[in-house]
């Protein structure tokens, strides 16, 4: 019985999160596989079970970091205007629960 009802659960936040703009934006956006790896594992363990989305301004955070992680810093300014939301939250985002500090991005957009 709570299989079911876990089941039935997953099935709605994925609908809503496959509907979130700008989750659509990321997916329709010609990116490196790698990359495109890395931010669909950021939305699995980021849906908020309260709303079931991925908060919009921790995705672009997480998007920009990972990019100057790989090294794909020409990304960057692609990143920065995608989706439309800020990068992170006042200097931080979540991941996975835990806070990280948004680092060497000076520009909210």
Known sequence: MSDTIQLSANGITRKHVDSQSCVIAFRKAELPIVFNAEVEQFIERNVLLDCGRV??????????GTAQRMG?????PYIKNLFKS??????????GGKLF?????????
Do not use: E
Not at 55 to 64: E, G, Q
Not at 72 to 76: C, D, E, G, R, W
Not at 86 to 95: I, N, P, Q, R, S
């Open 55 to 64: 908060p919009p301004n921790c995705l672009k955070a997480f998007m920009i």
């Open 72 to 76: 794909l810093t020409k990304l960057v």
């Open 101 to 109: 500090r948004v680092n060497s991005l000076n520009d909210s957009r």
């Open 86 to 95: 800020d990068v992170g939250f006042k200097g931080y985002f979540l991941d």
